[in-house]
């Protein structure tokens, strides 16, 4: 008869077997749904069945810690990528979102730098940075080889001769010509418009062509570079097909990059709370800046351990002492809908009375129809006072913020907004969305995990004893 733990690795077995044969990301979770580790994949179903082959020898290939996490894992999803840079990117992303406590690598705050070009300058620089600037540039990236980019930076500065200094140049300045260029200047590789040797149209066409060959595939100059590199190698100029040859390989480092939009690195903008609240109030046309946001979450999984939570900003800060969290009551099952109006009828109802005060936003975590159920809940409460004769008080202002497209559904308005991922307002919203769904999945997880201690107590199975390493007082030390 199979054991338990048989019975688990052939579940995972007979899962895996459905993995596409594709780039993707996967993530290794125990019985409650935790995640364990998060890995990358140039093949999803052959990476991930490695870990549960009878032949893995895991504890010399990979180590103690991860032969232990295996014994682990009863559940694997996955998330199919387009490219392994693309799975790269992803997992950093995860790991450095979720924590894995398995993972090692990735776990810090260090990121992938981008190549920057200040648009808003008279004469554009061009930068590698891992901290561009909040406005005025265009980026791309993000790239995956932090030495391979700064080489293609350097070959591409020997084409395009752009400035890749920090002066504050502008064209209206006549002193420019009496003033000395760099080195840079002296071997060719810059136009030096620090000291007006070339007009402000003129650069700006040498940028024009860099952006177009970045924003593009570049294949073809790829295969134009490799054919005049192998026919130096055949002229036996081997210098000229060593030059061509790092040059190839600079460009190469171009093609491991992400797409800034949908590879977001959040810590790399870092936006000043008080913008995004200037920000909000332009977006939202409020009278003044908001100063206290809520933002409200639901965790659930299928249906079971229900709760809600409540975090509160101020002037675009949280403010922990005002944190709530509602084990959900009146809901049975998977509705989400139902879940938010309960917590809003019971976060808001003095609220509705003037008891107390509404915050200047509230923010639902969801779409549309998150934001539909919390307007209906607020509706609810006002209907019944007005029943019993009383005036009801509604909130300034609600809206929701959907994953993954990041869109801004705000009440009275039809369509929803799609900012920039840069903007300071939605950066703030996204923080706040981000600390109600990560206090609310910490409440979840410890009601999951309570529930399942009580399972295993009321089938007999109890804790191991705590092993005492000190004698209690008047009794004597045990014999080594």
């Known amino acids: 008869m199979p054991t338990t733990d048989e019975i688990r690795v052939t579940c995972l077995r007979d899962k895996i077997a459905q993995f596409p044969k594709t780039p993707g990301v996967y993530l290794l979770k125990d019985r409650d749904g935790v995640v364990l580790y998060v890995g990358k994949a140039r093949e999803l179903r052959s990476r991930v069945a490695s870990y549960f082959q009878d032949s893995a020898d895991l504890l010399n290939s990979r180590g103690p810690r991860i032969a232990h996490m295996t014994t682990l894992v009863a559940d694997i999803d996955f998330l199919a990528c387009e490219s392994e840079v693309d799975a790269l990117l992803k997992e950093s ?28 300058d008279d004469f554009p620089a061009v930068y590698v940075t891992r901290q561009p600037r909040p406005k005025g540039s265009k980026l791309y990236g993000p790239f995956l080889n932090p030495a391979g980019i700064r080489d293609a930076v350097n070959a591409l500065q020997k084409v395009f001769k752009f400035r890749t200094c920090e002066l504050d140049i502008h064209a209206e ?42 924003g593009s595939k570049r294949s073809a100059l790829r295969r134009d570079l490799r054919k005049e590199m192998e026919q130096a190698a055949t002229d036996k100029r081997y210098e ?58 639901i965790a659930t999984l299928h249906g079971e351990d229900s ?31 139902a879940m938010i109006r309960e917590v809003i009828a019971r976060r808001y109802k003095y609220a509705a009375i003037a008891e107390e005060l509404y915050p200047d936003l509230i923010l639902i975590d969801g779409g549309l129809g998150q934001l539909h159920a919390a307007l209906a809940a607020f ?15 509604k909130p300034a202002m609600v809206v929701s913020l959907a994953k993954r497209e990041e869109l801004v559904y705000i009440q009275a308005r039809t369509q929803p907004l799609k900012l920039a991922r840069n903007n300071a307002a939605l950066r703030l919203l996204q923080h706040v969305r981000d600390e109600a769904h990560r206090f609310g999945q910490h409440y979840h997880h410890v009601l999951r995990r309570k529930r399942a201690f009580g399972e295993e107590l009321a089938t007999g199975r109890r804790p191991p004893a705590r092993r005492r390493t000190r004698p209690r007082e008047g009794e004597a030390p045990a014999e080594a």
Do not use: W
């Not at 979102?97 to 648009?119: A, G, S, V």
């Not at 403010?319 to 049975?332: G, M, P």
């Open 240 to 297: 000229a097909a060593a030059v061509l040859r790092d040059r190839l390989k600079a460009l190469e480092s171009l093609s491991l990059s992400g797409n800034v939009d949908e590879d977001v690195q959040p810590e790399v903008f870092f936006i000043d709370p008080s913008a995004g609240l200037e920000k909000l109030q332009e977006l939202l046309v409020l009278p003044e800046r908001p100063r206290i946001i809520e933002g409200i979450d």
């Open 93 to 120: 992303r995860l790991i450095k979102d979720i924590q894995p406590y398995y993972n090692e690598r990735l776990k810090d705050d260090k990121t992938f730098p981008y190549i920057e070009i200040t648009l808003g």
């Open 379 to 393: 509706d609810r409460m006002k209907q019944a006072l007005e029943l019993e004769g009383g005036r009801a008080l």
């Open 307 to 337: 709760v809600g939570s409540l975090v509160c900003f101020i002037d675009g800060k949280p403010f922990k002492n005002s944190y709530r969290r509602y084990k959900i009551k009146t809901v049975a099952g998977m509705d989400d809908y």
């Open 173 to 214: 300045d006549e002193k420019r010509r009496y003033f000395r260029p760099c080195l840079l200047h002296a071997i060719n590789r810059c136009t030096a418009p620090c000291a007006d040797r070339i007009s402000r149209e003129d650069y700006a066409a040498d940028i024009r062509r860099l952006r177009k060959l970045l």
